[in-house]
């Protein structure tokens, strides 16, 4: 059985950091592309960053410099290390992973196609 555990979020002020992490179970977990994607109140999932089982990373354009998403092939854990926070940033993030080990050809951000999904941990910015 696949399991996902999201845990690091919090709140912050404006400029902080957080560093989230993903400890992952019930997968071969370094043939599986990773992401994370985040959902605000009201509005619609949004990708944020993947890596796929090489190590190669990318990321939505909205956090593009600010954010750093890294894998532990030993830990079986992904992390996203958020600097530079803004409200904006303000979401429940999701852990999920992609059976392909490849990113998406056509969506910054993203593995192909999520096959499975993290319960979520919330990240607050204020001002």
């Known amino acids: 059985q696949v399991q996902l555990v999201e845990s690091g979020g919090g709140s912050v002020k404006v400029g902080g950091s957080l560093r989230l992490s993903c400890a992952a179970s019930g997968l071969d977990y370094s043939s599986f592309c990773m992401g994370w994607f985040r959902q605000a109140p009201g509005k619609i999932r949004e990708v944020v960053a993947a890596v796929n089982s090489d190590g190669v990373t990318t990321f939505a354009d909205s956090v593009k410099g600010r954010f750093t998403i890294s894998r532990d092939h030993a830990k079986n854990t992904l992390h996203l290390q958020m600097d530079s926070l803004q409200p904006e940033d303000t979401a429940m993030y999701y852990c999920?992973?992609?059976?392909?080990?490849?990113?998406?050809?056509?969506?910054?951000?993203?593995?192909?196609?999520?096959?499975?999904w993290g319960q979520g941990t919330q990240v607050t910015v204020s001002s």
């Open positions: 999920a992973a992609d059976r392909s080990p490849e990113l998406s050809a056509v969506v910054p951000g993203s593995c192909y196609q999520y096959n499975f």
